[in-house]
């Protein structure tokens, strides 16, 4: 029983350590992903005051009118909320449903 319950706590503990590698994982995904959106708004900024101050050019044929082309500017993601964690989800377990072991 003694060995057995040892394993069984040298198994939950590397399911832990794993469950908290994922969760920081995922943590830095979302990070990565709100900067990438970040930079993706701001590089659509430039590419439309680029747009704009490329229309002043004069080139001389003025027999050709060019019309400035609309620049599509990526949508709004509205994502939810991260919520607020400290420690490790996978350990806020109600201890009543560990009294079947």
């Known amino acids: 029983m003694a060995a057995s319950a040892e394993a069984q706590s040298a198994s939950l503990q590397q399911v832990n350590s794993s469950v908290g590698e994922m969760d920081r994982m995922t943590q830095q995904n979302a990070a990565m992903v709100e900067e990438s959106t970040a930079a993706a708004r701001s590089l659509a900024g430039e590419a439309s005051e680029l747009a704009t101050l490329v229309t002043r050019f004069n080139l001389g044929n003025q027999s050709v009118k060019t019309t400035p082309r609309a620049v599509a ?28 072991f």
């Open 73 to 100: 500017t990526p949508a709004r993601i509205r994502s939810a909320p991260m919520p607020k964690v400290s420690g490790n989800l996978a350990l806020s377990v109600d201890k009543d449903e560990w009294s079947e």
